[in-house]
């Protein structure tokens, strides 16, 4: 037996259905994957990747995109598919954003990706943000919403300063950390957040909604 049958086998569904498949789909693969992880071990305490994973190879695919994935990027034509690519912010930190798509080396779609929304404690780099500040003011507290945006934004400056960017969150958010979002969204025309579960619209047409991006399928 090998573990990678079973990640092909999810690989090709995601290729063949690109059109068709819904956000609560991508988490119900994610929430499969779990439940396995569970029954046998547990716990998913420190679990990471798969949420990463599902939304990179939906890209990937979507993109038309065929070579071989190499130093965390594959590229065609027209785009370049990264995960995990490192930026220096306008503070002169590392961010490290999970999904970007650059054209002819610039910065054009982020996508961060969260399984759930939660209250966080800022970092340092963080409290020192007015933007934070006047988040954390208006919200009341800090949530990874909060924390998501002053990362994203750290980054949008000089030749990157005109992307378009979604943080897709897996898991329905309580609505105690619905406000944060408004407020961003609000605050940030250029910025969206796409929640999976129980939402039975098209993936495909969320991203393209959202991002202003126009892929499909290809292939």
Same mark, same amino acid.
Request: glycine share 4%.
């Given at each position: 037996?090998?573990?990678?049958?079973?990640?092909?086998?999810? *690989?090709?569904?995601?290729?063949?259905?690109?059109?068709?498949?819904? @956000?609560?789909?991508?988490?119900?693969?994610?929430?499969? /994957?779990?439940?396995?992880?569970?029954?046998? @071990?547990?716990?998913?305490?420190?679990?990471?990747?798969?949420?990463?994973?599902?939304?990179?190879?939906?890209?990937?695919? !979507?993109?038309?995109? %065929?070579?071989?994935?190499?130093?965390?990027?594959?590229?065609?034509?027209?785009?370049?598919? /990264?995960?995990?690519? $490192?930026?220096?912010?306008?503070?002169?930190?590392?961010?490290?954003?999970?999904?970007?798509?650059?054209?002819?080396?610039?910065?054009?779609?982020?996508?961060?990706?969260?399984?759930?929304?939660?209250?966080? %404690?800022? %970092?340092?780099?963080?409290?020192?943000?007015?933007?934070?500040?006047?988040?954390?003011?208006?919200?009341?507290? @800090?949530?990874?919403?909060?924390?998501?945006?002053?990362?994203?934004?750290?980054? $949008?400056?000089?030749?990157?300063?005109?992307?378009?960017?979604?943080?897709?969150?897996?898991? *329905?958010?309580?609505? $105690?950390?619905?406000?944060?979002?408004?407020?961003?969204?609000?605050? /940030?025309?250029?910025?969206?957040?796409?929640?999976?579960?129980?939402?039975?619209?098209?993936?495909?047409?969320?991203?393209?909604? !959202?991002?202003?991006?126009?892929?499909?399928?290809?292939?």
């Amino acid at each position: 037996m090998r573990f990678s049958e079973a990640f092909n086998e999810m *690989d090709s569904f995601i290729k063949n259905n690109l059109d068709s498949i819904t @956000c609560n789909k991508i988490f119900q693969i994610k929430e499969d /994957f779990y439940s396995i992880v569970q029954n046998l @071990c547990g716990s998913t305490a420190n679990l990471t990747g798969i949420t990463e994973l599902l939304i990179f190879r939906f890209l990937y695919h !979507s993109l038309g995109l %065929t070579e071989k994935v190499e130093y965390k990027s594959a590229h065609n034509k027209t785009h370049s598919l /990264f995960i995990g690519k $490192r930026y220096i912010g306008s503070n002169g930190k590392i961010q490290e954003p999970d999904i970007v798509i650059e054209e002819t080396n610039i910065l054009k779609y982020l996508v961060s990706i969260k399984n759930v929304m939660s209250t966080v %404690t800022p %970092t340092k780099n963080e409290v020192e943000s007015p933007l934070v500040q006047e988040l954390i003011k208006e919200n009341g507290v @800090c949530t990874t919403a909060i924390q998501d945006i002053f990362r994203i934004k750290n980054i $949008r400056y000089g030749p990157n300063n005109n992307f378009k960017s979604i943080t897709v969150i897996f898991s *329905d958010v309580p609505q $105690r950390h619905r406000k944060a979002i408004n407020l961003i969204h609000n605050k /940030f025309n250029w910025h969206q957040f796409l929640i999976l579960e129980n939402n039975n619209k098209k993936f495909l047409n969320e991203l393209n909604e !959202s991002l202003s991006l126009k892929i499909h399928k290809t292939v």
